[in-house]
Every structure is written in structure tokens, then in C-alpha cells.
């Protein structure tokens, strides 16, 4: 199929929206802006058009998808309990990057939840995205818009990279200014539990629910056989094609280790204020300040991408810490690297 490409559009009003909605309401695919990063779009009530989102990414049948509404109250179709806490979180962070878990009303078919009794549910920030679910007016399941194992996308170029003749049209509408996926928060059961850091803290979350437990594979790699709470979680992802290492701690001395270990055909990625400090080395990309970890989150996936196109032997890279959206950023590394990680 020939990808349609909508580019350019920046406002609500641009009536491409429309005509990008009837897509989806024909059983179509759609890429889209999200304030995180671009989702793959396709009704979340219909079972066909769902599969041939797996189809395109290549994604496993058991990683279950996030259903995208345009206003809170298209939540209680989707959900078979609405918690207070539900409410509290929404009225707080939505529009915007969270992403929350709760059991599934029947309407929801298999094909979004992976068999799971639970859903996850999020009102994206994006006018572009918030236009086309009204318009399309059904709840959009869309995981990020990449060929699975890939960085996701921050702009419609990543989208045409993986995507191009795959999908029916992708929606062009600038960079996605968060640069990391949602957050993901369980509360279908017992303590709210953090699956995914993403756009909103843990702190954020803290703030508001109190008490949070974060689930293990947040932070640490998984054993043979143990299982995420999000599926998704367990897979080997964002990884660029050469092998990366991370390394954490404090950045006068992960300069000194990389120094140490990279080669000039090495890659590099490390705080802006530490680029001059690498010496002569020819892959090396300022990922933001280490006092910013927003900037970092925003151009990491770019980055990540870049490195395919060099001829890159090893990728070293150093290591904010794990607070804030940090702990976001420091999720998305350590899976780069596969977790090959050196602590200095
Ligand atoms: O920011 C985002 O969340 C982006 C944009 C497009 O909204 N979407 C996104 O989707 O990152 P995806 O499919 O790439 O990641 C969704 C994650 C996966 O790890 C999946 O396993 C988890 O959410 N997930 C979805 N539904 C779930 C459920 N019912 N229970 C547990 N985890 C779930
Ligand atoms: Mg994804």
C-alpha cells in the first residue's frame, strides 16, 4: 500500500484531520503527533483493523495496547471501574503523558488488552491527536509508531523510516516535544504501581496518590521467566544497532571511564557541558545539560536513531540521575544498552 503523508499540519482546524479520521473509521491505520512520541492509530473497537497494527510493527501478540480518547468521560465506556484515584490523576495530569491501567469493560476487545482483564487509558495533550480521535470519534489504539525493537518516533521522518508503505497515512505534525512514552500507572488493583516511567514523575504521581509501588522492572533487568506487569516491558527495546554501554554515576567520572574505553570509532553520548571534554572523537552527541533532564528526554530517541546511519563499532554513554523524568531517561538507556551497564 502506498503511505499517504499529510504533512504540515499544524493546526486543529486543518481539514486533512478529517480526512485522516475516516481512515481510521474505515479500519485503517493512521500515524499521529502525541506530545510524547508519534502513535500508530486504528480504531480500538475494531478487532481487524487492531491486528494489522501488530502486522506493521512486527509487535508480539501479547503486548497489549494504550486506547487514546479526545475527553475524560469517553474513560467510563472502556473501564469497568472508575476509581476515585482514577479521577484525582486525570483532573491533575490529563491532558498529558500518563497512561492509566484499569480493568477493561467487555466492549474492549482482546486485540487491545492481550487477553489481559485490565486497559490502559490516555488523553494525549497533542491538539493534532486530541482533533483526530474526535473526529474520528472511537477511541484510537495506537502504540508508538516504530517497528518493534526500534526507538520510537519523535518525528514523522522516524514514522516514514519504519512505516512507509506499511500504513495508510501518517499525520505530520512536528516534533513530539516530551521525547519519551507516557507514564503508565496500574491501579486495577491494590497500591497504585508505576509499570512505565515516562512524562509524569513518580514524584508527580506521589503527589497525588500517595504512596506508589514501582514495579521491578522499572529499574532492573528481569530474570529468565520473570514477568513485567506491562508486557512490553520484558522486550529488548530502543536499541541502535551497535552495542551500547552505560555509564552511571557521577559525570567527572563517567567522562574519565569513557574516555578510557572509547575508541575513535566509538559513539558517544554525553551531557552538553562534557562535549568539548571527549577530545577528538568523531561520533559524539550532547544529549541536554545534566542539570536538564527534559532536554534529554526530548532528543534521546533521535539519537539513538542517528547512530545507524554511522558506521559505529561500540556506543558509550553517560547517565543523569534517576529522579524526575530522569528516571524515565535512565529506563530508556539502560534498555538500549540491554543493560550493560559499568557503575563509576
Ligand atoms: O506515550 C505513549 O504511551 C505512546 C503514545 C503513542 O501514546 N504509546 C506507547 O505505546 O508508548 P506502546 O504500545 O509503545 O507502549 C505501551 C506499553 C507497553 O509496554 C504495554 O505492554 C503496556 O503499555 N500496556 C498496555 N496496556 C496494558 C495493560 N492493560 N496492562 C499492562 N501494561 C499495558
Ligand atoms: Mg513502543
Known amino acids: 500500500m502506498k503511505t499517504k503523508l499529510f504533512s504540515h499540519v499544524v493546526s486543529e482546524d486543518d481539514p486533512r484531520i478529517a480526512e485522516a479520521a475516516k481512515i481510521i473509521r474505515g479500519g485503517g491505520l493512521v500515524a499521529f503527533p502525541t506530545e510524547t512520541v508519534y502513535g500508530l492509530g486504528a480504531n480500538a473497537l475494531d478487532p481487524a483493523a487492531v491486528r494489522k497494527i501488530f502486522l506493521a510493527k512486527g509487535r508480539p501478540a501479547d503486548n497489549p495496547l494504550i486506547a487514546h480518547i479526545s475527553s475524560f468521560e469517553e474513560i467510563r465506556r472502556l473501564v469497568r471501574v472508575l476509581p476515585e484515584s482514577a479521577e484525582a490523576l486525570s483532573k491533575r495530569f490529563w491532558p498529558g503523558p500518563l497512561t492509566i491501567i484499569l480493568p477493561a469493560a467487555p466492549c474492549v476487545p482482546p486485540e487491545v488488552t492481550a487477553g489481559l482483564p485490565t486497559v490502559g487509558v490516555r488523553l494525549p495533550a497533542h491538539p493534532i491527536a486530541r482533533a483526530l480521535i474526535r473526529e474520528a470519534s472511537v477511541p484510537i489504539a495506537a502504540p508508538s509508531a516504530n517497528s518493534s525493537g526500534k526507538p520510537s518516533p519523535t518525528s514523522a521522518l522516524h514514522v516514514f ?83 551500547m554501554t552505560l555509564v552511571m554515576g557521577d559525570p567527572e567520572k563517567s567522562l574519565l571511564k569513557i574516555r578510557e574505553l572509547a575508541g575513535p570509532e566509538d559513539g558517544i553520548i554525553c551531557f552538553d557541558e562534557y562535549f568539548f571534554r571527549f577530545g577528538n572523537t568523531k561520533y559524539i552527541r550532547g544529549f541536554g545539560h545534566s542539570c536538564h533532564p527534559e532536554e534529554q528526554a526530548a532528543r534521546l530517541f533521535k539519537i539513538l536513531r542517528s547512530f545507524d546511519s554511522l558506521p559505529v563499532r561500540h556506543i558509550y554513554s553517560q547517565c543523569p540521575e534517576e529522579k524526575g523524568i530522569g528516571l524515565a531517561v535512565v529506563n530508556r538507556l539502560k534498555k538500549a544498552s540491554g543493560f550493560s551497564i559499568i557503575q563509576v
Open 161 to 243: 523510516e519504519d512505516m512507509c508503505d506499511r500504513i495508510d497515512a501518517i499525520l505530520d505534525g512536528g516534533r513530539s516535544g516530551v521525547g519519551v512514552e507516557s507514564t503508565i500507572v496500574s491501579l486495577a488493583s491494590g497500591k497504585p504501581k508505576l509499570l512505565r516511567p515516562g512524562g509524569i514523575s513518580l514524584e508527580q504521581l506521589q503527589s497525588v496518590l500517595g504512596e506508589v509501588d514501582v514495579d521491578k522492572a522499572v529499574r532492573e533487568k528481569l530474570a529468565e521467566g520473570e514477568r513485567p506487569l506491562a508486557p512490553g516491558m520484558k522486550y529488548r527495546h530502543y536499541a541502535p544497532k551497535a552495542p
